[in-house]
């Protein structure tokens, strides 16, 4: 069965740490997600593409970067980790934009 | 812009009582509405969507929503609820035009007590 997998699921890291999130989805979606998850504000956008070497900022990617250089992965790069950025990170596809999205169990992800 | 209000943070029910979420939503453009459902520590599942067509639209696990575009609201609702419907649930919004990004709201916790 086509599944959407994020890697780590639980991550403690420093501030000032490069920190990527890994997302790898097998749906062959050309659409992928990043939102990330705090109490209180639901889901928020961080980045999104729209396929390979397409990406696009959200309503909350400062501090965040991606890249698409395949269908599958759309890995999320904290530059230099904050402790405003402890969440838990959720990945998403879907294969058009009207399309019910896929997500992944999240990553758990606290900064120090 | 486009918003999402989920107007209850908690509701809590007794099991076979019947429920209703609230969402309200802001846009001024053509809008497509979708219900989503997450479980402890789980990532998100589509409960149900409305792109077009009927007002009224059919989900997964009994529930149903109504989409009312004259008080821009798709509340979700359940004749009768069941333990395991205890979840946390979000409204989202994806408007026909510019980002075409889901919007969520901050989300209901839906608690079924015995």
């Known amino acids: 069965d086509a599944e959407i997998t994020q890697s780590p699921r639980h991550k403690i890291t420093e501030t000032g740490r490069q920190v990527t999130l890994a997302c790898h989805q097998t749906?062959?979606?050309?659409?992928m997600f990043w939102y990330r998850q705090d109490l209180g504000h639901g889901l928020r956008l961080i980045h999104y593409?729209?396929?390979?070497?397409?990406?696009n900022k959200g309503e909350v990617s400062d501090g965040y970067s991606v890249s698409r250089s395949n269908t599958e992965d759309l890995p999320l790069t904290l530059e230099s980790a904050a402790s405003s950025q402890t969440s838990v990170y959720f990945c998403?596809?879907?294969?058009?934009?009207?399309?019910?999205?896929?997500f992944g169990d999240g990553t758990r992800l606290s900064i120090l | 812009a486009q918003s999402v209000t989920q107007l209850d943070s908690q509701v809590p029910v007794f099991e076979e009582a019947p429920v209703e979420l609230r969402c309200n939503y802001s846009?001024?453009?053509?809008?497509?509405l979708f219900w989503y459902v997450q479980y402890p520590n789980q990532g998100l599942q589509l409960l149900l969507k409305?792109?077009?067509?009927?007002?009224l639209v059919k989900g997964i696990n009994g529930f149903e929503a109504e989409f009312n575009k004259s008080q821009t609201s798709f509340h979700l609702r359940k004749p009768s609820v069941h333990i395991s419907d205890t979840a946390e649930y979000f409204c989202?919004?994806?408007?026909?035009?510019?980002?075409?990004?889901?919007?969520f709201g901050s989300g209901t916790r839906l608690q079924v007590q015995p």
């Open positions: 593409s729209y396929g390979v070497q397409d990406t």
């Open positions: 998403a596809s879907s294969a058009g934009v009207m399309q019910p999205q896929h």
């Open positions: 749906w062959n979606h050309n659409n």
């Open positions: 989202a919004v994806i408007m026909d035009t510019g980002r075409r990004a889901l919007t």
């Open positions: 846009s001024s453009v053509s809008v497509y």
């Open positions: 409305y792109l077009s067509g009927s007002t």
